[in-house]
């Protein structure tokens, strides 16, 4: 395995490979990769670049952070250079955020491995695997099981990413959300169906994903809109308490709390939210150990 540019390039081993990996690193085996990765995250983060972070300091790679706001990408450097000096520097890996769509597959090309930690609205592979992790150690095998996602589906590379691996590994993926944030198709593009109704599909799902409402991308968006949103597709502690049987919560992270989900819910025994965080940090130290051992 060289890169991780995204999931539909994962092949079948790679998958059962990071997944074997996760679970071995879970358990306090410790894999190395004595080499330097550069971290080079154009849009903000917390939990990704924090979890990478952590996860070289677990297989002993030597991180080396790029601020944008401080770097020669200020004085017009390309991102193609800036990946040539930094493999002239020494980095084996490069782990990247961009708001640009497929530039890691670009970049993927010129010598050094890459890591697609979030390309625009097209991927995030290793969120989608921390998902996938996470969710299997609550549920056990994922074969079968029904996940809703709902929210703001458009501009959403978890969607394209989670929902894509959860419908690989047999899951009955539903997805919900205004028309305007869930275009017509794009359900059936990624192999899940569209809900037909939102409370009804919530009843019946053994785990429910709150996506971000990307406020960014959106452009000006009205307090009156975002509490139109919550009464009529946020998971609200209301809507959440009414459940006979309750599912397991995801979000991937941040959370507008009070719009897309509510915040009494994110601390609950069967929200998995900060268990997506910590399955992150497994994944990646796994995806970075793999790559090591490619490259020696
Ligand atoms: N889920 C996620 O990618 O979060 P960050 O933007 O904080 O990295």
């Keep these: 395995m060289r890169h991780l540019v995204g999931i539909p390039e994962l092949s079948a081993p790679e998958l059962s490979a990071i997944l074997e990996r996760t679970s071995e690193i879970a358990k306090g085996a410790i894999f190395s990769f004595p080499g330097a990765v550069a971290l080079a995250f154009y849009e903000p983060s917390t939990r990704t670049e924090m979890s990478f972070l952590r996860a070289c300091q677990l297989v002993g790679a030597a991180p080396l952070r790029l601020l944008p706001e401080r770097a020669s990408v200020q004085k017009g450097e390309g991102p193609e ?8 520097i020494g980095a084996q890996v490069l782990v990247i955020r961009t708001p640009e769509p497929l530039l ?10 890459v890591v697609n930690a979030g390309d625009g609205a097209h991927q995030h592979p290793t969120q989608a695997l921390a998902d996938a992790v996470a969710l299997s150690r609550a549920l056990g095998e994922l074969g079968g099981r029904r996940m809703l996602v709902v ?3 458009l501009h959403s590379r978890v969607s394209r990413s989670t929902v894509a691996l959860s419908v690989r590994l047999g899951m009955t993926v539903e997805l919900a959300g205004p028309p305007d944030l869930l275009p017509e198709g794009f359900a059936e593009m990624l192999g899940a169906t569209r809900s037909q109704d939102f409370e009804a599909s919530l009843a019946q799902a053994d785990v ?4 971000r409402i990307q406020m960014e991308r959106l452009g000006s968006v009205g307090a009156g809109d975002l509490a139109a949103y919550r009464r009529e597709w946020g998971v609200t502690a209301e809507r959440y308490q009414r459940l006979g049987a309750q599912p397991w919560l995801m979000h991937p992270g941040p959370a507008n709390l009070g719009v897309e989900i509510d915040p009494e819910l994110v ?4 929200s998995l939210i900060r268990r997506q965080v910590t399955a992150g940090v497994q994944v990646r130290a796994a995806v970075l150990s793999l790559i090591g051992e490619a490259l020696s």
């Design 104 to 113: 890691p597959h670009r970049l993927s090309h010129l010598g050094l491995s």
């Design 81 to 88: 250079e800036t990946l040539k000096t930094l493999l002239a």
């Design 151 to 153: 929210g703001d589906h």
């Design 208 to 211: 429910v994903m709150a996506l």
């Design 267 to 270: 601390d609950l025994p069967r």
